[in-house]
């Protein structure tokens, strides 16, 4: 969050805008029944998480992060990938996701991923572009 925070805002964060920022976004329902988190590890070493929320019709795909030093790895792929496998297994059959405009690395991972820009979903108070994706059924193997 701290990223985030001093990217959105292009300086170094203020004491206490890291914890205000969790507040104003909380993640407690990234558990079930309401969703997950997924962390990835590289060599024993925390590299990034992702999180799921469940919605009527679709799940959200929120707080995707690789470490800056996991970067370029194929971390943020891994990522994806797990949560749409977790998604097929709970029979969501879209995925949706914010983000903003600065996070350009988040928006060309999506659409190398499958992810189309779509109208609003939301009113976030930081989002300006909104993706989704269409979840094929799992293929069989082979």
Known sequence: MTEM?????????????????????????????TGLLLLAHHDGELA????????PDWAELTRVYVRTSFRGRGGGAALLAAVERR????????????????????????????????PAYNDGKYAEHWFEKVL???????
Request: with cysteine.
């Open 87 to 118: 998604a097929r297994a709970a029979g969501v059959d879209r995925i949706r996701v914010d983000t903003r405009d600065d996070l350009v690395e988040a928006r060309a991972l999506y659409a190398r991923h499958g992810y189309v820009e779509i």
């Open 5 to 33: 925070v001093t990217r959105y805002h292009r300086r170094p964060e203020w004491p206490g805008e890291v914890e205000a920022a969790l507040a104003e976004s909380p993640s407690d329902d990234l558990a079930p029944p």
């Open 136 to 142: 094929t059924a799992r293929q069989p193997a082979s």
């Open 48 to 55: 990034g998480c992702a999180g799921l929320r469940w919605g």
